[in-house]
């Protein structure tokens, strides 16, 4: 297979698990009269249509679904070896890497331990995107995104490196105007603030070695972000859900205290996603390796 064939191969699986030409010229940074240009090529050379063209959709065709199977063998296997040359201890890894993860990951987890990647990788050029809604990887052409959330798109790869341990919490302030709940019932009678990035904000579930039960909360207060959700509490508002991990400092110093803590919450997995294997290259690996690391120290991975 030539360069020229190479490109196109490239080309085409962007497209395909994009389903959009616009979507893949903006991942891959081609324009799309280029990348449509690729594309045609390739079917030329293969003597078949590879996908279904219309204004709204792009669809694999027969053809293009067996095709695209090869491709992303001979994609992996292309990474494969330039990974081994970069990792057999004569290369160290360059280039720049964008990441995306949420603010409070950003902050607590990832910020206070990039002094050690840079002393591990010094020539990477590292982009933290940190922002609380799941960021369209392939749109802003993030190499890599730490998401502690459901992954609604089946075109993205997701790995599983640590667990999420949400835990009540409140300001020793709010628990001394209003009491503290003592069964999980009981938050019925407080206010509680609300994260509207959960699928269900106001149904909590708890458990125990007895039972399980789900309760329905009340607030007057509901919050798109995680830092605003902790700046509420310390603003003694209410009682939140959140990470476990988000407060350790502050349960440490007493500023806040943490409610029921015999009642289990629902953990969620904290992912390491990709929009597709071309983007899993050694940076990508190494980094996400170095994340899960951090999240074994933590305690975050069950």
């Not at 959709?57 to 067996?66: A, S, W």
């Not at 002094?115 to 609380?132: A, K, N, R, T, Y």
Request: aromatic share 6%; with cysteine.
């Amino acid at each position: 297979m030539n360069n020229g064939i190479f490109e196109h191969l490239k080309v085409f699986v962007a497209i395909a698990q994009a389903e959009s030409v616009t979507a893949a010229s903006i991942a891959m940074g081609i324009a799309q009269a280029s990348m449509s240009r690729q594309l045609s090529a390739l079917e030329k050379h293969l003597g078949c249509r590879l996908l279904q063209r219309s204004t709204r959709v792009i669809k694999l065709t027969e053809q293009g679904e067996l095709y695209l199977q090869h491709a992303l063998r001979l994609i992996e296997l292309m990474q494969d070896a330039e990974s081994a040359m970069q990792e057999d201890g004569k290369s160290r890894l360059k280039g720049k890497l964008r990441v995306a993860c949420s603010n409070g990951f950003g902050r607590k987890i990832l910020i206070p331990a990039l002094g050690q990647w840079q002393q591990q990788q010094p020539e990477v050029e590292l982009e933290l995107i940190l922002s609380d809604q799941l960021s369209q990887v392939i749109e802003e052409r993030v190499d890599l995104a730490i998401r502690i959330a459901p992954l609604p798109n089946s075109n993205l790869l997701a790995q599983t490196i640590g667990k999420s341990h949400p835990i009540l919490v409140a300001s020793t302030s709010y628990l001394r105007k209003h009491g503290r709940p003592s069964e999980p019932i009981h938050l019925q009678q407080h206010q509680c603030i609300l994260f509207s990035g959960s699928e269900k904000p106001g149904a909590w579930q708890f458990s125990s070695t007895k039972s399980v039960n789900r309760v329905h909360v009340y607030g007057k207060l509901k919050l798109s972000s995680m830092d605003a959700l902790a700046d509420a509490v310390l603003a003694d508002l209410g009682i939140a859900m959140m990470p476990e991990w988000f407060w350790r400092k502050e349960l440490n110093e007493g500023i806040v205290e943490r409610l029921l803590p015999e009642f289990k919450l629902p953990s969620q997995d904290i992912h390491a996603v990709t929009a597709s294997r071309q983007r899993a290259g050694s940076k990508v690996r190494v980094f996400s390796n170095f994340v899960q690391t951090l999240l074994v120290n933590r305690g975050l991975v069950s």
